[in-house]
């Protein structure tokens, strides 16, 4: 990834309320507006996006009560006891971030929410198949309204960029009709109050998928610039940060920036609700033919969508690292116990 001359202190706020307008230059004006933050920093801010912020209270209300449960409660919808990676992710769920000394975060995954007769769960994808619902009152009408709403904005950002990258609409959004998007609820505590409030709560890492959506209610959230500098990111309950994956990068032969993130050990407690937009999962990301200049290369290995989460996931998850293990001696697997990402390779130099 080139660095864009002029490391940046902050992060735009572009209002996209007009991008529903008939108006063909309004929509040019704002897509260019997000196209420039997605070339130049990877990270921006959005408001005007239509999600009922009434629906976000609710559904923070909803992961709020799960995480109180008791241990017990909670560990009976391990994600370990699914065989599509949903449900509950333990303090114990330690991913592979040499910047993460303590474990301080449980969640809850979720995604696109399929029935259990589904071909591709049925055949033993990883990735899709039905959600796993905690038995808690309105919960599950909740989650599925806000995964609901948050896609279709994750869908609208995406077909704004094809309108500025100059592609024809669906290029990208024609890979997204079974995606592998997935939903995470986040409980960040400080489990000791001498830990150093500035410690990393969740190692720096790129987003792996396409875009992230991420609504703001706590501090906490550092994005690295373009002369490896930490700059916090902003709270403000009334708009969404977005930021690019993975899989943005690589389709758009580097045009668009996968950029390091990380979160800081600020406050007792934290909740957090990322949406990832993802392709499907046999989608192949190669970089668009029109997005590679005149003499130029491809700069990025084809990929398939599935198979680069599920390989991250592998390093993020120990189930999923005992299950590989286990399918590696069985002769099913050679995929190494020690993964990298290529997309995180600005991390290996000293960034404060």
Same mark, same amino acid.
């Given at each position: 990834?080139?660095?864009?001359?002029?490391?940046?202190?902050?992060?735009?706020?572009?209002?996209?309320?007009?991008?529903?307008?008939?108006?063909?230059?309004?929509?040019?004006?704002?897509?260019?507006?997000?196209?420039?933050?997605?070339?130049?920093?990877?990270?921006?801010?959005?408001?005007?996006?239509?999600?009922?912020?009434?629906?976000?209270?609710?559904?923070?209300?909803?992961?709020?009560?799960?995480?109180?449960?008791?241990?017990?409660?909670?560990?009976?919808?391990?994600?370990?006891?699914?065989?599509?990676?949903?449900?509950?992710?333990?303090?114990?769920?330690?991913?592979?971030?040499?910047?993460?000394?303590?474990?301080?975060?449980?969640?809850?995954?979720?995604?696109?929410?399929?029935?259990?007769?589904?071909?591709?769960?049925?055949?033993?994808?990883?990735?899709?198949?039905?959600?796993?619902?905690?038995?808690?009152?309105?919960?599950?009408?909740?989650?599925?309204?806000?995964?609901?709403?948050?896609?279709?904005?994750?869908? $609208?950002?995406? *077909? #704004?960029?094809?309108?500025? @990258?100059? +592609?024809? &609409?669906?290029?990208?959004?024609?890979?997204?009709?079974?995606?592998?998007?997935?939903?995470?609820?986040?409980?960040?505590?400080?489990?000791?109050?001498?830990?150093?409030?500035?410690?990393?709560?969740?190692?720096?890492?790129?987003?792996?998928?396409?875009?992230?959506?991420?609504?703001?209610?706590?501090?906490?959230?550092?994005?690295?610039?373009?002369?490896?500098?930490?700059?916090?990111?902003?709270?403000?309950?009334?708009?969404?940060?977005?930021?690019?994956?993975?899989?943005?990068?690589?389709?758009?032969?580097? $045009?668009?920036? *996968? #950029?390091?993130?990380?979160? @800081?050990? +600020?406050? &007792?407690?934290?909740?957090?609700?990322?949406?990832?937009?993802?392709?499907?999962?046999?989608?192949?990301?190669?970089?668009?033919?029109?997005?590679?200049?005149?003499?130029?290369?491809?700069?990025?290995?084809?990929?398939?969508?599935?198979?680069?989460?599920?390989?991250?996931?592998?390093?993020?998850?120990?189930?999923?690292?005992?299950?590989?293990?286990?399918?590696?001696?069985?002769?099913?697997?050679?995929?190494?116990?020690?993964?990298?990402?290529?997309?995180?390779?600005?991390?290996?130099?000293?960034?404060?």
């Amino acid at each position: 990834m080139k660095d864009i001359p002029g490391a940046f202190d902050s992060l735009p706020l572009i209002d996209i309320g007009a991008l529903a307008s008939a108006n063909a230059t309004i929509q040019g004006k704002i897509a260019d507006e997000i196209g420039l933050a997605a070339r130049e920093i990877g990270f921006f801010r959005i408001m005007g996006h239509g999600i009922d912020l009434a629906l976000v209270e609710r559904a923070y209300q909803m992961a709020e009560q799960f995480f109180a449960l008791p241990d017990p409660i909670k560990r009976r919808y391990y994600i370990g006891l699914s065989t599509n990676h949903r449900g509950y992710v333990p303090f114990t769920e330690k991913g592979d971030y040499p910047d993460e000394m303590n474990r301080s975060y449980e969640a809850f995954d979720l995604g696109l929410d399929l029935p259990p007769d589904d071909p591709d769960f049925l055949a033993g994808n990883r990735l899709l198949g039905p959600n796993v619902w905690p038995c808690i009152s309105g919960f599950q009408n909740t989650i599925s309204e806000y995964y609901r709403q948050i896609s279709a904005l994750g869908r $609208l950002i995406c *077909s #704004t960029l094809e309108l500025h @990258l100059g +592609l024809v &609409p669906g290029t990208m959004t024609d890979r997204m009709t079974k995606p592998i998007s997935q939903l995470r609820l986040l409980h960040y505590v400080r489990q000791n109050n001498e830990i150093d409030v500035k410690s990393v709560n969740m190692g720096a890492h790129t987003d792996y998928e396409c875009l992230t959506l991420l609504h703001t209610r706590n501090a906490g959230l550092q994005v690295m610039n373009t002369d490896d500098r930490w700059i916090d990111v902003p709270v403000d309950p009334r708009v969404f940060v977005v930021n690019i994956g993975d899989m943005l990068e690589a389709w758009t032969n580097g $045009l668009l920036r *996968s #950029t390091p993130h990380r979160v @800081l050990n +600020l406050s &007792p407690e934290r909740f957090s609700m990322p949406y990832f937009v993802a392709a499907n999962y046999d989608t192949m990301i190669s970089p668009f033919p029109e997005l590679i200049g005149r003499g130029e290369q491809s700069r990025y290995e084809p990929f398939k969508a599935g198979v680069h989460l599920e390989r991250m996931l592998v390093r993020d998850f120990p189930y999923l690292r005992n299950q590989t293990q286990c399918e590696t001696t069985a002769g099913k697997s050679d995929q190494a116990t020690s993964i990298k990402n290529p997309f995180e390779t600005r991390m290996n130099r000293s960034a404060r």
